[in-house]
């Protein structure tokens, strides 16, 4: 039997919690991304298709992203219990320095296409974080500003050797006048992907007016707005002559480059050499011979190759091969903090974030990079705090089971 009584103005008053109204749009649009997929939509919502597309599409059928992502959640972790996790640590080193979280973000081109803000929101949020900022041949900011934007933080150059090495090399040198600390070299493009999105809407560098592009445009008037009214979208390290990403990759790279580069531009860079695109056990070896400070295993973000092996899966038998001789970091589909988790568990030293960086610049500029920072984060912390570790050093490959229906 219920008892009942009449309901009490002042029980109901202490009820109320109205929220004072968020008037900052763009704050509200971040702050109610609770996920890089939520990011994710926002950025769609927000940018022109074709951008978009570039951005979050991959090569041929798209089954490498597909696999790589797939492959993060096919996974079980296993907790521990009662550990005592009040505070942890999620700081680690990597390549000769310290990053406070482990992750980075990982080199893009033509990024000001995205949002105009491009890098120097990628590269001022990343100091904010204390976190490594890479910088891509294909960059739309050049070495130095971006260098002025985050003068005291980690950051890193990618490099793309071109049939024209000295222009390479130049770079090489100028990256390392302005203090930049590690050099991606970027070994999975001999040549471009099929970029089948960026085919189908007729995208360009630099972007056209077309009837499509302009009907395409209507709903998103703020990025034209920040497109017309900021400096002109272009490399800033490349000229180019116009056509689809592919055309201007496969004009500029040299598809000629061997191990007899690596040499050359160990020669050239003082600092870390890590080569970045490695996709098999046999390379990482040989590169480990060769005397690299460390691998990237990656396939571009199933941008290259597709039915390339899934950087994930591939890293416990890499690991076994070289692991005791060099650093592994690993990047490929990675959407959540949880997927870092499960990498470091299995052994990555570190991981790098393409997409997720991307989604958030092009939902909020360098708020949204910030939110997305923030993210990852918060999922971090709470996984580790979750499966009962203190620091990223106590989790192991126990702490993940692969399930047997992962991509492979
Ligand atoms: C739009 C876009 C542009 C990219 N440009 C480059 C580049 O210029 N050089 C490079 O080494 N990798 C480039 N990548 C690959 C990333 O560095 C990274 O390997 C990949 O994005 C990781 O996968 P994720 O996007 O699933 O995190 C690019 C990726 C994207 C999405």
Redesign the pocket.
């Given at each position: 039997m219920v008892t009942r009584q009449r309901p009490q103005p002042a029980e109901i008053f202490e009820l109320m919690r109205f929220k004072k109204p968020q008037l900052d749009r763009k704050r509200h649009r971040l702050d109610s991304a609770l996920t890089i997929a939520d990011l994710r939509r926002v950025a769609k919502r927000r940018t022109p298709a074709a951008a978009f597309d570039?951005?979050?599409g991959a090569a041929e059928e798209e089954i490498s992203?597909h696999r790589?992502?797939r492959a993060f959640r096919d996974i079980q972790f296993n907790p521990g219990i009662l550990r005592g996790v009040g505070d942890v640590d999620t700081s680690c080193e990597i390549f000769g320095g310290l990053s406070a979280l482990p992750f980075g973000i990982?080199?893009?081109?033509?990024?000001r296409l995205?949002q105009t803000e491009g890098e120097t929101a990628g590269a001022t949020a990343a100091a904010a974080a204390g976190i490594p900022f890479?910088l891509?041949?294909?960059?739309t900011t050049s070495i130095e500003d971006v260098r002025r934007a985050n003068p005291h933080g980690r950051i890193w150059f990618?490099l793309?050797v071109m049939r024209d090495r000295e222009i390479s090399y130049e770079l090489v040198r100028r990256a390392a006048a302005a203090g930049f600390d590690t050099l991606?070299f970027?070994v999975?493009?001999p040549v471009a992907g099929a970029r089948l999105r960026d085919k189908r809407n007729g995208f360009s560098i630099p972007p056209q007016l077309t009837a499509r592009t302009v009907l395409n445009a209507m709903p998103r008037p703020w990025w034209w707005w920040d497109f017309l009214t900021t400096p002109k979208l272009e490399f800033a390290s490349l000229s180019s002559t116009g056509g689809t990403v592919g055309e201007l990759l496969d004009a500029a790279m040299d598809p000629t480059i061997s191990f007899e580069d690596l040499q050359v531009i160990r020669g050239l860079w003082p600092g870390k050499l890590v080569v970045?695109?490695v996709q098999s056990v046999a390379d990482a070896r040989k590169l480990t011979d060769l005397g690299v400070d460390g691998i990237?295993l990656?396939?571009?973000?199933?941008?290259q190759l597709d039915r390339a092996p899934v950087p994930f899966v591939l890293l416990p038998e890499v690991l076994r091969e070289v692991g005791a001789d060099t650093e592994i970091a690993l990047?490929?589909?990675?959407?959540s903090g949880a997927d870092i988790v499960a990498a470091i568990a299995l052994g990555a030293k570190f991981t790098?974030?393409?997409?997720?960086?991307?989604y958030g610049l092009m939902a909020g500029g360098r708020e949204g990079v910030d939110r997305m920072i923030q993210i990852l984060t918060e999922e971090i912390v709470r996984t580790m705090k979750l499966l009962g570790v203190a620091s990223l050093g106590e989790l192991t490959p126990r702490h993940v089971t692969l399930l047997p229906a992962s991509g492979r």
């Open positions: 570039y951005t979050d992203l790589a992502r990982a080199p893009t081109g033509f990024t995205m890479s891509s041949t294909l960059g990618q793309y991606f970027t999975d493009t970045k695109g990237v990656s396939n571009h973000g199933g941008r990047d490929t589909g990675i959407m790098l974030v393409g997409r997720a960086y991307l």
